[in-house]
């Protein structure tokens, strides 16, 4: 028996650790889909996506929709492993090619960041480094960074990779440029721990003054602009800049 579409979302909000703005969006999308879909909740496909999802939105909507749409069928196959995803992941327009809540900075730009950040001196300096590698030249997002645990963090012989969390569910792993990688051993060794939230061989990368989790909403647009604030050239734009505006720059260990 096909489990009901609306104990699935209940269920999957209740169990996702998102903020009160997110849940209360991704809620409304999900139950609009419901309503568009009918019946053919389970037997979806990736046409009937993309044509709600692309209907009357902007490109920031249609990828909040499809993201909504991932964790939601994401979460329903825990309760049976058959039923298929119709949001495909290359459905969701990728994040360099949405409009940033203000813009990404240029290439002469991000190398004067970069530049700022190796010479921050602010409270934490090293977590705030890791950070800002992290974001602007691994492409991601701020809760992207914050969702990182110690184990998502991959040291293999030649190369070291990261398990990172996708939007809407699901993971993957991706490379991490010597230079990231660098930063984050810098970090670590002055990374705060308190049980039971984190320990020096358990819990979150990047963590707050009490070893717990960073909050991924404020904490890193805030340390990202005190950071742009401290450059000379920087120093006029620092207040516009934001997380996904960083993630969407083309970063200086990136080709192209």
């Given at each position: 028996?096909?489990?009901?579409?609306?104990e699935v979302?209940?269920?999957?909000?209740?169990r996702?650790p998102f903020?009160?703005s997110t849940?209360?969006?991704?809620r409304?999308?999900v139950?609009a889909?419901?309503?568009?879909?009918?019946?053919r909740?389970?037997?979806a496909?990736?046409t009937?996506?993309d044509?709600w999802?692309?209907?009357?939105?902007?490109p920031r909507t249609?990828?909040?929709?499809?993201?909504s749409?991932?964790g939601?069928?994401?979460h329903?196959?825990?309760?049976?492993?058959?039923i298929?995803?119709?949001a495909?992941?290359?459905l969701?327009p990728?994040?360099?090619h949405?409009?940033p809540g203000?813009?990404a900075l240029?290439?002469?730009q991000?190398?004067l960041?970069?530049s700022?950040?190796?010479?921050?001196?602010?409270?934490?300096?090293?977590?705030?480094r890791?950070?800002?590698h992290?974001?602007?030249?691994m492409?991601l997002?701020?809760?992207?960074a914050v969702?990182?645990d110690?184990d998502?963090?991959?040291?293999?012989r030649?190369?070291?990779?990261?398990?990172?969390?996708?939007?809407?569910g699901?993971?993957?792993i991706?490379a991490?440029?010597?230079?990231v990688?660098l930063?984050?051993?810098d970090?670590?060794?002055?990374r705060?721990?308190?049980?039971?939230h984190s320990s020096?061989d358990?819990?979150s990368?990047?963590t707050s003054?009490r070893?717990?989790?960073l909050?991924?909403?404020?904490t890193?647009t805030?340390?990202?602009?005190?950071v742009?604030?401290?450059?000379?050239?920087?120093?006029?734009i620092?207040?516009t800049?934001?997380c996904?505006?960083l993630a969407?720059?083309?970063?200086?260990?990136?080709?192209?």
């Open positions: 028996m096909s489990p009901d579409p609306h979302l209940d269920d999957w909000l209740r996702t903020s009160e849940r209360a969006a991704y409304a999308e139950r889909w419901l309503a568009f879909v009918g019946e909740t389970w037997c496909e990736r009937d996506v044509t999802s692309a209907d009357g939105a902007k249609k990828a909040r929709r499809i993201s749409l991932r939601f069928y994401h329903a196959q825990t309760y049976d492993a058959f298929d995803n119709p495909a992941r290359d969701r990728p994040v360099a949405l409009p203000r813009p240029t290439r002469p991000a190398a960041f970069l700022a950040l190796d010479h921050y001196t602010g409270p934490l300096p090293h977590r705030t890791a950070l800002g992290l974001i602007l030249a492409n997002r701020a809760h992207q969702a990182l110690l998502d963090w991959i040291r293999e030649h190369r070291t990779t990261a398990r990172v969390q996708l939007k809407g699901g993971s993957e991706r991490v440029p010597p230079p990688a930063a984050v051993d970090y670590l060794p002055h705060r721990t308190a049980l039971p020096p358990t819990g990368l990047l003054n070893g717990r989790r909050d991924s909403h404020t890193p805030t340390l990202m602009r005190a742009a604030a401290t450059h000379p050239l920087l120093a006029e620092a207040p800049i934001t996904d505006g969407a720059t083309p970063g200086p260990f990136r080709p192209g």
